[in-house]
């Protein structure tokens, strides 16, 4: 599996998007498409990408009964992405729903991963909200198992959580990590972050970066500095 760097394309609107994939005329990126922009501009937006010839990750983390999880993932396989995600939280059988689902009639699919629990719950919230009395360490670390047992491909986790992730579920188990911030930048609302240095170091296998790429003043450079530290040392 090779190392890439996924843009995370977080803009409002179609014509954002293409106003700054416009700006990468030598190269082709590996595109994150999330839940704004596929709400904004539905399908269409997926396929005219993948028309330009970029990868895309769909990120709409699906979560819901395995019958409609499998029903969704099916519509979303004929959309040719290259990743698409879903909760580890909707347990073993919708997993299974979901790979089943994703899987073409020629047997063919895209990679599906898994979110074990959000960077935006914390022990404290899990303990008191969600009412999961268990370390959080442990919780992730038994959902991306969960997402192995079912089939799926890898998960998405911190790049702090990667090598862990490897270690309990083998280094072909893929880890995409966000998170990921340039050692002279600014951390921005990201809490734990990681230069694209280290994130190989640790092991990711694909990090995601958005801001550091998308709000620089020169984002085709930012993007090949990720690439440089990232993919080819
Ligand atoms: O701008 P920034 O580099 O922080 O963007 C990171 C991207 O990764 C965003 O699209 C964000 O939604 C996503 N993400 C994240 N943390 C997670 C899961 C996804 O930052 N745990």
Do not use: W
């Amino acid at each position: 599996m090779g190392k890439d760097v996924i843009i995370a394309c977080d803009f409002a609107t179609a014509e954002q998007t293409f106003a700054f994939l416009d700006k990468f005329t030598d190269e082709k990126p590996f595109v994150k498409i999330g839940m704004e922009l596929f709400y904004a501009e539905g399908p269409e937006i997926v396929r005219e990408i993948k028309n330009r010839g970029h990868k895309i990750f769909l990120d709409l983390k699906l979560h819901d009964i395995p019958n409609t999880v499998k029903k969704a993932m099916s519509v979303l396989s004929r959309l040719d992405v290259d990743i698409c995600n879903l909760h580890a939280a909707g347990g073993l059988d919708m997993m299974r729903g979901a790979v089943e689902g994703l899987t073409r009639p020629d047997g063919t699919r895209p990679l599906l991963i898994a979110v074990t629990q959000l960077t935006s719950i914390d022990q404290q919230r899990m303990e008191n909200e969600l009412l999961i009395n268990r370390p959080l360490a442990e919780v992730v670390m038994k959902y991306a198992a969960n997402a192995k047992e079912a089939g799926l491909d890898g998960v998405v986790c911190s790049p702090l959580e990667a090598s862990k992730v490897h270690e309990a579920c083998g280094s072909e188990f893929l880890t995409v990590t966000p998170g990921i911030r340039f050692a002279d930048g600014p951390a921005g609302d990201q809490q734990r972050v990681t230069t694209p240095a280290k994130a190989r170091e640790i092991g990711s296998d694909y990090i995601v970066v958005g801001r550091p790429i998308t709000a620089a003043e020169d984002p085709v450079a930012a993007y090949r500095r990720c690439v440089d530290e990232f993919c080819s040392k």
